[in-house]
Every structure is written in C-alpha cells, then in structure tokens.
C-alpha cells in the first residue's frame, strides 16, 4: 500500500471517511502486560528509549494487539534536553529530573544543535525498524514536545503543576527564555527531520502545558515556534502532514491551525466535539477526543461517549483518539470495545 493510501493520512489531507481512523496517545505503554515484560529487559526508561530493537518491539505491541491504523514511535519528550547537554534521569513513580536552565550561564554551556545527533541516532535506528517492520496499512508517527512544553521542564528539572519557574523566566529574564525556546525549536526541527527522512509518515507536536502559557505570550511562545518548526519541515518534507496538540488552549485553538500551519488538530478531553465540529473541523483534520478515565470505566459509558464522538465528527476529517495519554490503570479489553464499536 502507498503510504497517500492509508486512512490516517487520507484524513489528514482533509478527507471524510466513513469509519475514521483511530490510533491512542500512549498506546504502547504500562497498561499493557507485554510492555510491562519488555520494559523490564530493558532496564530503565531510557535503555528502552535508546534500545532500538526494544523501542521496536514496544512500538509493534500494540498494532498486534489492536490493529490501530497508525503506530506512534516509542520514545520520550524530553530527549531532545538530554542532546542538549541536560542530565535526565527518571525515578520510579515521580517522573523525570532534569539539570535546571536558571539564566545565561546555564545556556552557555547546552550543546549545540549540530550535536544532538551524537545522542539521538538511536532513535532514528528504531522508526527505520519500524517502517520495514509495519503492515502495509500502518502509518508510522513520529514526534516532539514542543518547544514551550519542553522549557518548562528544563527550567524547572521536572513537571510542575503550573509551570511557574517557566512563567517567572518569561517575565524576570526573557532574553534568557527566548534563547532557550529559539535552542529547541532550531533542536526539534533537526530531530524530526531526521525522523521523517527515516521513515516517520507524519509527525506530532505535544505541547502539553500549552494551557499554563500567559494569555498574551501564547502566540509568542506557543504559536511562534511550532509555526517555524512546520514551516521548515514543510520545505523539507513537503507532502509529510503534521498534527499539532496545544493541550488546554481553550479558546487560542481557534486559528491555531491556520497560524502553526498544522494538518491536523488534536483536541483534549475538555473540547466539546459539537463546538470543535462546527468551529474548528470546517478548516482541519480534527483529532479525538475520547476521556481516557474510560478505558478504565468500559462498559455502556464508554460505547455511549464513542458512538457521540464518531457521530459528531462525522461529517469532516477525523482521527479517532483519546483526549490525553491512556493511563496505566486502563484495562486492554476496553480498547476492543472502543474499537468495535468505532468500526462496527
């Protein structure tokens, strides 16, 4: 099959498909008894990052598991810090730890972008694997946090609840912030160069915090560098679409994609499929946007909140997928469910 075949990437060119097509943020993950026996071959977190035939291997679970329609390649948003110069850790059951960007000395001594290779070509080693290794029908995924996301966590060396230390940069030293967001724009667009020139058929930008940005510095900060990073990519890899997820935008979703240039939209759990029907789907390729508290629920509410979803998207392009990452606690024969009854 040619890749303009697949459905993932006829939706994103706009197409209305009668069943759309469905893939899960996070869906090779903790939730899945085979990732959990892969994950602990492999050691820690980044070995299976790094381990281009583990990192392979988690990819695949899930496709034979469920057959989605696209596989999204396994790696983390915040190796791109770590090719940087960061040091990067991750403790078991709180998350990452990063060395801390506090002001213009610690920017001085992150590497620069003509280096990030050094670190990241293993991960360019797995979408190859990937590509061969994928049914025909499979589109492969890449990805990157964007630019604002992963800030956040350099600055304040792991997740916050509000982003603070990233917000008080941006008003104590911005001369400071803008280099650090102008290093991991010109960072991600490399990386996900190098990824699409491996085999990656469509890339993803997750801006996860993009709900924590100051009002009048989203479109500095949130709008600006994923624009760019598209931009550049597009000149690159002109027929490559790229999907855009400004997590908790509320209201800046709209002409979002028009001003990033983005192919596809993916919406969190909070957007009402209704208003994201009539106000954003006229103009992109929506995608989601399924609670995933559901895949731990199951039953009558989780068919219910599918069918709504499906029906109300359905007359536009739409990629199927849950508003956020599922969750560990979630249980395998739930995603049947959703897939059965998507696909009738």
């Not at 006829?10 to 899960?24: F, I, N, Y």
């Not at 993009?210 to 989203?218: D, E, I, N, Q, S």
């Not at 069918?307 to 849950?322: Q, Y």
């Amino acid at each position: 099959m040619k890749s303009a075949d697949k459905t993932l990437l006829r939706a994103l060119r706009g197409e209305t498909l009668p069943v759309p097509p469905v893939w899960m943020m996070r869906q090779a993950g903790r939730y899945l008894p085979e990732y959990r026996a892969t994950r602990q071959q492999a050691g820690s977190f980044l070995d299976l990052c790094y381990n281009p035939d583990l990192a392979t291997e988690v990819t695949l679970q899930p496709i034979r598991r469920y057959g989605f329609d696209a596989a999204i390649l396994f790696a983390d948003i915040l190796l791109i810090p770590q090719a940087l110069g960061a040091d990067l850790t991750f403790v078991q059951g709180e998350g990452p730890r990063l060395s801390t960007i506090t002001g213009k000395a610690d920017m001085d001594q992150l590497r620069g972008v003509d280096t990030i290779d050094e670190t990241l070509s293993p991960i360019y080693e797995t979408v190859s694997n990937l590509r061969a290794a994928l049914p025909a029908e499979t589109a492969l995924i890449g990805f990157a946090g964007a630019p604002w996301t992963v800030a956040t966590y350099m600055i304040a060396g792991r997740g916050t609840p509000d982003q603070a230390p990233a917000r008080r940069m941006i008003y104590g030293d911005p001369e400071t912030f803008d280099r650090l967001i102008d290093r991991i724009t010109d960072a991600t667009i490399e990386y996900l160069s190098r990824q699409i020139a491996a085999g990656a058929e469509v890339v993803k930008i997750f801006d996860s915090w993009a709900g924590t940005m100051p009002g009048r510095h989203f479109a500095r900060y949130c709008v600006e560098p994923v624009a760019r990073i598209t931009r550049e990519l597009k000149a690159r890899h002109a027929d490559v679409p790229v999907i855009g997820f400004p997590r908790g935008a509320g209201g800046h979703a709209i002409g979002f994609a028009e001003a990033t240039g983005v192919d596809g939209l993916a919406l969190d759990t909070s957007v009402d499929p209704a208003w994201a029907a009539a106000t954003l789907q006229p103009h992109v390729c929506v995608q989601g946007n399924l609670d995933p508290l559901l895949m731990v629920e199951g039953g009558d509410a989780l068919r219910r909140e599918t069918r709504a979803i499906v029906d109300a998207f359905s007359g536009g392009p739409h990629i199927f997928n849950l508003g956020h990452g599922i969750t560990p606690d979630a249980d395998p024969d739930h995603v049947s469910i959703m897939l059965e009854t998507i696909r009738g």
